[in-house]
């Protein structure tokens, strides 16, 4: 199985991840052995893409009612016959971008959420708006819980989720995999389904690593050897293959330590079991009483004179 | 600790400053729903790279740092066993309550969604990992904390209130309700009553609510800076660090002492009362240390990690850096001397640089020394400066209400006949 069919690899997989979402014992149990092998993701290969777009629009047409997405007008067109966002925003969750180098040497390349291992936006969000499915590893966003506090935006090293700033009633907006959408119905998300050069592949992580991995074997001259999401930020399910360096894709160079877990470990220290806390304010109890107890109420003359100034 | 230590400033309300202030706060207030109305983005530049702008930066993160003159006070006078700070309590108080109240306010101007904020009190969302959420749970139960050691002063003027002015309130209340005067009479004789049943017995646990005022901004304000940590690749190296709850926390003691003494000296200027020059000198020793132990976490932890060449690199950052190094080190320095420790001027030079420097760190902290990434820019709407000026303006304006009202100021003892007679005290003279 060395170069599956692209039909073959996406049905096959569609169908697993269906079974996956679908069976909840089986998929905690593999989830929990395997590491979280099972969990979904996506493969962008940059050097496949031909900038068509199409997962773009699919996305918008099959999100736009539950993510609240709207068009996005350029300037020039006062009609509204194209949707032209210039970045990820409030009404666009994925996007392709053109970097050129020069004439001869450009690279397409997608943003969408990165769908972390260890995601920052889950770990800051205060409220649980943003949660970590722990079998499938899909970063979902909930509306009805979500305070609109932005913290999940200081905290995305990748700035991914937006916010929706010309709204009175405001969301966050990224990408959660079609969560609710296309992979409840069809089980496999918009982008991948219609990208008609098999440059977004949908699947599991583990195969989609083994995917990536083929490749750059068979093709070393191709591709810059190294699988981007595999470790960056702890690793991450969306994952990229290019022919060129992914900084200049605007894709950051980040260290393999997920910043969560360096936060959270300082949290958890100053917070262990509220013992600190607790200690804190019994011993400054114990310390006022104290005091108190050499300033009987009402003394207050005596206070001064016995306090004196000069200490 | 004796009410006796506070009374009511005696002084027309409706000054010309107190016109511009309202002024002021009414153009903020007319921004704010313009802000619900048509979203965050009609007022503010605000971006996705720069979530957060100055509603966070000074209202939050700054504004309760200064907001800390209640918390360094108390535990100068509870835990340091310092009593003769007590009469400068209450106006701690008070401005600390104002401080967290307005900021608190101001989140919920900057939140997208406030109306979904009840999901704090459902144990299901709370979300520990979250320094934010911590943040959100503390300063809703410090307010009220404030609110309820600010009770006596309230409790007090109900008890004190004399007849004439009962009487007035009664006449008043009965034109605008039409209720019969000796019901009102009954009503508010009532209030009195309940009053002078409530205070001692909140007296007797004062003690424990006041070192639960102390607990918890100990908490939150670590947490402020904890905020940040989760931005390592974003935040500068200068500033980014897994000391960060530890320097916010001393930040906030340092900006509370200087805070009073800035307070301290503008309200005695302002009302023209005498300096208390002695309470402020002994404050300003305070000082000094703390911030000594500051700067030492600052550069030992740059040196422990290596990036104490980013000082040097003159850029942009090292720039701003340097800045509030050096005033907060130049405050420090000006209050070392004793002879400048006893001068009303060198004092509110000195705490304004400290005040100033300490507020910049966390300004960039949260704005200036972060970087989301090539192509972001930010800086603040004329819009977002109205708001954020209109809720200062708001807090200033009910303090100066409020101390007219209720009896907040320091007594001054035996004083008071020489203070009113002396419509223009000399500062420096006094204690020279």
Same mark, same amino acid.
């Given at each position: 199985?060395a170069?599956?069919?692209?039909?073959?690899?996406?049905?096959?997989?569609a169908?697993?991840?269906?079974?996956?979402?679908?069976?909840?014992?089986l998929?905690?149990?593999i989830?929990?052995?395997?590491?979280?092998?099972?969990?979904?993701?996506?493969?962008?290969?940059?050097?496949?893409?031909v900038g068509?777009?199409?997962c773009m629009?699919?996305?918008?047409?099959?999100?736009?009612?539950?993510?609240?997405?709207?068009y996005?007008?350029?300037?020039?067109?006062?009609?509204?016959?194209?949707?032209?966002?210039?970045?990820?925003?409030?009404?666009?969750?994925?996007?392709?971008?053109?970097?050129?180098?020069?004439?001869?040497?450009?690279?397409y390349?997608?943003?969408?959420?990165?769908?972390c291992?260890?995601?920052?936006?889950?770990?800051?969000?205060p409220?649980?708006a943003?949660?970590?499915?722990?079998?499938?590893?899909?970063v979902?966003?909930s509306?009805?819980?979500c305070?609109?506090?932005?913290?999940?935006?200081?905290?995305?090293?990748f700035?991914i989720?937006?916010?929706?700033?010309?709204?009175?009633?405001p969301?966050?907006?990224?990408?959660?995999?079609?969560?609710h959408?296309n992979?409840?119905?069809?089980g496999?998300?918009a982008c991948?389904?219609?990208?008609p050069?098999?440059?977004?592949?949908?699947?599991?992580?583990?195969?989609l690593l083994?995917?990536?991995?083929?490749?750059?074997?068979e093709q070393?001259?191709?591709?810059?050897?190294?699988?981007?999401g595999e470790n960056?930020v702890?690793?991450?399910n969306?994952?990229?293959?290019?022919a060129?360096?992914f900084?200049?894709?605007g894709l950051?160079q980040?260290p393999?330590?997920?910043?969560?877990?360096?936060?959270?470990?300082?949290?958890?220290?100053?917070?262990?079991?509220?013992?600190?806390?607790?200690?804190?304010?019994?011993t400054?109890c114990?310390?006022?009483?104290?005091?108190?107890?050499?300033?009987?109420?009402?003394?207050h003359?005596?206070d001064?004179k016995?306090?004196?100034?000069?200490? | 600790?004796?009410h006796?230590?506070?009374?009511?400033?005696?002084?027309?309300?409706?000054t010309?400053?107190?016109?511009?202030l309202?002024?002021?706060?009414?153009?903020g207030?007319?921004l704010?729903?313009?802000?619900?109305i048509?979203?965050?983005?009609?007022?503010?530049?605000?971006?996705?790279?720069?979530?957060?702008g100055?509603?966070?930066?000074?209202?939050?993160?700054?504004?309760?740092?200064?907001?800390?003159?209640?918390?360094?006070?108390?535990?100068?006078v509870?835990?340091?066993?310092?009593?003769?700070?007590?009469?400068?309590?209450?106006s701690?108080?008070l401005?600390?309550?104002?401080?967290?109240?307005?900021?608190?306010f101001?989140?919920?101007v900057?939140?997208?969604?406030p109306?979904?904020?009840?999901?704090?009190?459902?144990?299901?969302?709370?979300?520990?990992?979250?320094?934010?959420?911590?943040?959100?749970?503390?300063?809703m139960a410090?307010?009220?904390?404030l609110?309820i050691?600010?009770l006596?002063?309230?409790?007090?003027?109900?008890e004190?209130?004399?007849?004439k002015?009962?009487?007035?309130?009664v006449?008043?209340?009965?034109c605008?309700?039409?209720?019969?005067?000796?019901?009102?009479?009954?009503?508010?004789?009532?209030?009195?009553?309940?009053?002078?049943?409530?205070?001692?017995?909140?007296? @007797?646990?004062?003690?424990f609510?006041?070192?639960? &005022?102390i607990? #918890?901004?100990?908490m939150?304000?670590?947490?402020? =800076? %904890? /905020?940040?940590?989760i931005?390592?690749?974003?935040?500068?190296p200068?500033w980014?660090?897994?000391?960060?709850?530890?320097?916010?926390?001393?930040?906030?003691?340092?900006i509370?002492?200087?805070?009073?003494?800035?307070?301290?000296v503008?309200?005695?200027?302002?009302?023209?009362r005498?300096?208390?020059?002695?309470e402020l000198?002994?404050?300003?020793?305070?000082?000094?240390?703390?911030?000594?132990?500051?700067?030492?976490?600052?550069?030992?932890?740059?040196a422990?990690?290596?990036?104490?060449? @980013?000082i040097?690199?003159?850029?942009?950052?090292? &720039?701003?850096? #340097?800045?509030e190094?050096a005033?907060?080190?130049? =405050? %420090? /320095?000006?209050?070392?001397?004793?002879?400048?420790r006893?001068?009303v001027?060198?004092l509110?030079?000195?705490?304004a640089?400290?005040?100033?420097?300490?507020a910049?760190?966390?300004?960039?902290?949260?704005?200036?020394?972060?970087?989301?990434?090539?192509?972001?820019?930010?800086?603040?709407s004329?819009?977002e400066?109205?708001?954020?000026?209109?809720?200062?303006?708001?807090?200033?304006?009910?303090?100066?209400?409020l101390?007219?009202?209720?009896?907040?100021?320091?007594?001054?003892?035996?004083?008071?006949?020489?203070?009113?007679a002396?419509?223009?005290?000399?500062? #420096?003279?006094e204690?020279?």
């Open positions: 199985m170069q599956p069919t692209r039909r073959g690899f996406l049905v096959g997989l169908a697993g991840s269906v079974a996956l979402l679908n069976s909840e014992a998929a905690s149990a989830g929990e052995v395997e590491g979280g092998q099972n969990e979904l993701g996506m493969l962008y290969d940059a050097s496949k893409c068509c777009k199409a629009a699919g996305c918008k047409r099959v999100n736009g009612d539950y993510g609240s997405l709207s996005e007008r350029a300037p020039f067109d006062q009609d509204g016959l194209w949707d032209a966002p210039a970045d990820l925003s409030g009404s666009t969750r994925t996007l392709i971008k053109l970097f050129k180098q020069s004439d001869s040497e450009w690279s390349v997608k943003y969408s959420c990165m769908h291992r260890k995601p920052s936006c889950v770990s800051v969000c409220v649980s943003m949660t970590r499915d722990p079998r499938t590893g899909i979902d966003y509306k009805d819980t305070i609109g506090c932005r913290y999940c935006q200081v905290a995305c090293a700035n989720p937006r916010f929706q700033w010309d709204s009175a009633t969301q966050i907006v990224k990408c959660d995999l079609c969560l959408t992979l409840a119905k069809k496999i998300t991948a389904e219609v990208c050069t098999g440059a977004i592949l949908f699947g599991k992580r583990a195969d083994a995917t990536a991995r083929a490749r750059l074997a070393p001259g191709l591709y810059l050897n190294h699988i981007y960056e702890g690793g991450t969306h994952l990229y293959l290019a060129m360096p900084d200049r894709l950051p980040l393999g330590n997920p910043p969560a877990e360096f936060s959270e470990k300082i949290q958890h220290t100053i917070y262990k079991g509220f013992v600190a806390p607790v200690a804190l304010y019994g400054l114990w310390l006022a009483l104290r005091n108190l107890k050499k300033h009987p109420d009402g003394s003359a005596g001064e016995g306090d004196g100034h000069e200490s | 600790m004796s006796d230590d506070f009374q009511r400033h005696e002084a027309s309300i409706f010309p400053a107190f016109f511009v309202l002024l002021l706060t009414l153009i207030f007319f704010v729903a313009l802000r619900f048509k979203g965050i983005g009609a007022v503010s530049n605000m971006s996705d790279g720069y979530p957060w100055i509603w966070i930066t000074y209202d939050v993160a700054t504004g309760t740092a200064i907001a800390c003159g209640g918390y360094a006070m108390a535990i100068l509870y835990i340091r066993n310092q009593m003769h700070y007590h009469p400068m309590i209450r701690a108080i401005t600390s309550l104002f401080g967290y109240g307005l900021a608190g101001s989140v919920m900057d939140v997208g969604r109306w979904n904020a009840y999901n704090f009190f459902i144990p299901s969302k709370w979300q520990i990992n979250s320094a934010m959420f911590e943040v959100a749970l503390c300063v410090y307010t009220t904390v609110l050691e600010f006596p002063a309230l409790l007090t003027r109900l004190e209130a004399d007849r002015s009962v009487h007035r309130l006449e008043w209340l009965h605008k309700t039409g209720v019969a005067p000796n019901r009102l009479m009954t009503r508010l004789e009532w209030v009195q009553a309940m009053a002078s049943w409530l205070r001692p017995r909140l007296d @007797k646990v004062l003690i609510i006041i070192v639960l &005022g607990t #918890l901004p100990t939150h304000q670590s947490s402020l =800076g %904890s /905020l940040l940590l931005a390592s690749t974003k935040l500068h200068l980014h660090t897994g000391f960060l709850p530890l320097l916010f926390l001393i930040n906030c003691v340092y509370g002492y200087s805070i009073c003494i800035l307070e301290s503008l309200s005695s200027y302002g009302f023209k005498p300096y208390e020059t002695k000198a002994g404050l300003a020793t305070i000082i000094p240390w703390v911030t000594v132990i500051w700067l030492t976490v600052v550069f030992g932890d740059l422990w990690r290596g990036q104490l060449g @980013k040097f690199a003159f850029d942009f950052y090292a &720039g701003f850096f #340097l800045l190094i005033l907060v080190g130049g =405050g %420090s /320095l000006i209050l070392f001397s004793a002879k400048n006893r001068s001027r060198w509110f030079v000195s705490a640089l400290i005040v100033l420097g300490g910049l760190y966390r300004f960039n902290v949260y704005l200036i020394g972060f970087n989301p990434g090539e192509g972001w820019r930010y800086f603040p004329l819009a400066f109205m708001i954020t000026i209109g809720i200062i303006a708001f807090e200033i304006l009910c303090y100066k209400v101390v007219k009202i209720l009896p907040v100021l320091p007594r001054l003892h035996g004083r008071d006949h020489q203070a009113q002396d419509r223009t005290p000399c500062p #420096l003279a204690h020279a």
